[in-house]
């Protein structure tokens, strides 16, 4: 079993989907607001369908890291992901990555990543700098739900049938 298999697999056990689509037409940003998808700008070949609980890609290999981050969006935020306060959730993803085998990815594609409001990079700083910060954004996630017997899970269940 491949990451992204494992990965998909967690998305399913939630409720969810991660599904290799074909691409969008045309430039990625002129896709209509009313799509339903939602596209981190920095994080191409990926988009989120936050209503449907599904992570999208358009790449034969996706960055693993990057998709991570956008499970994140759709399991770990129940607001969509303009709205979305992301550091709450990083904790969750990093503990999602290492079940899915893919840590060594997530820590690369978070090294631009800009630790909650204080404008520093999280590749920026020390392993042991990095590592008291997961700790307390695992104890965060756990606090708040995200995290339950040291397993990350789903805060979001789908509303309607697909
Ligand atoms: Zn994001």
């Known amino acids: 079993m491949t990451p992204l298999d494992r990965l998909k697999a967690m998305a399913r056990s939630w409720g969810g989907e991660i599904r290799r ?15 339903g998808l939602s596209l981190c700008p920095f994080e191409g070949g990926l988009a989120v369908e936050h ?4 992570v999208v890609f358009w790449n034969e290999y996706p960055d693993l890291g990057a998709l991570v981050h956008e499970m994140g969006h759709v399991f770990a935020a129940r607001k969509v992901p303009a709205r979305a306060r992301e550091w709450r959730f990083f904790g969750w993803e ?10 060594v990815e997530w820590f690369k594609s978070s090294g631009d990543y800009v630790i909650g409001g204080g404008g520093r990079a999280f590749g920026g700083l020390s392993p042991s700098a990095q590592r008291k910060i997961l700790a307390s954004r695992i104890r965060f996630a756990r606090r708040n739900g995200l995290i339950k017997g ?4 789903s ?8």
């Open 155 to 162: 805060i979001r269940r789908r509303r309607t049938k697909p």
């Open 21 to 35: 689509v074909p691409p969008p037409p045309g430039h990625f940003f002129s896709i209509p607001p009313d799509s």
């Open 94 to 103: 990093y503990l999602v990555a290492r079940r899915g085998g893919c840590s």
């Open 150 to 153: 040291g397993v990350p899970v």
């Open 51 to 54: 209503a449907r609980l599904r």
